[in-house]
């Protein structure tokens, strides 16, 4: 809690916190792969889930992409939105950062995009964050 602050508090899933903290002590640090891309979780329309035949009804708005990023190379857009990453679902910004291991770093798979209300499926290359 950040008493100055209003008495904002920030809280972290028990899962989460377990997962980092046993990384740091056998490692000393977390690695993660990136894309290169900022987002923002937000809904999507009722009648595209349903016409695309979408299992969640958000997705992650790109708001940029970084030049010379894995997003960039695969041809991700700013105004894209993203509702998969492989074979699995994405609703939110945090379902995709969940995605982004380490062990995706080089390994490449299809993200899947709303672009122009039309589903497009890129090839994307995860790399590791420096």
Not at 97 to 106: N, S, V
């Amino acid at each position: 809690m950040i008493m100055p602050a209003q008495g904002i508090c920030f809280a972290i899933a028990a899962n989460t916190a377990g997962f980092v903290m046993g990384k740091l002590i056998h490692e000393g640090r977390i690695r993660r792969s990136y894309l290169g891309v900022a987002g923002q979780n937000v809904p999507l329309h009722r009648r595209v889930v349903r016409f695309h035949g979408l299992s969640a009804e958000s997705g992650v708005f790109v708001v940029s992409v970084e030049p010379n990023s894995p997003a960039a190379r695969a041809g991700v857009r700013e105004g894209d939105l993203i509702v998969a990453y492989g074979e699995k679902t994405i609703a939110g910004v945090d379902d995709l950062h969940r995605m982004l291991t380490e062990e995706q770093a080089g390994v490449g798979a299809t993200l899947t995009v709303i672009r122009d209300l039309k589903l497009q499926t890129l090839q994307v290359e995860p790399t590791l964050r420096q």
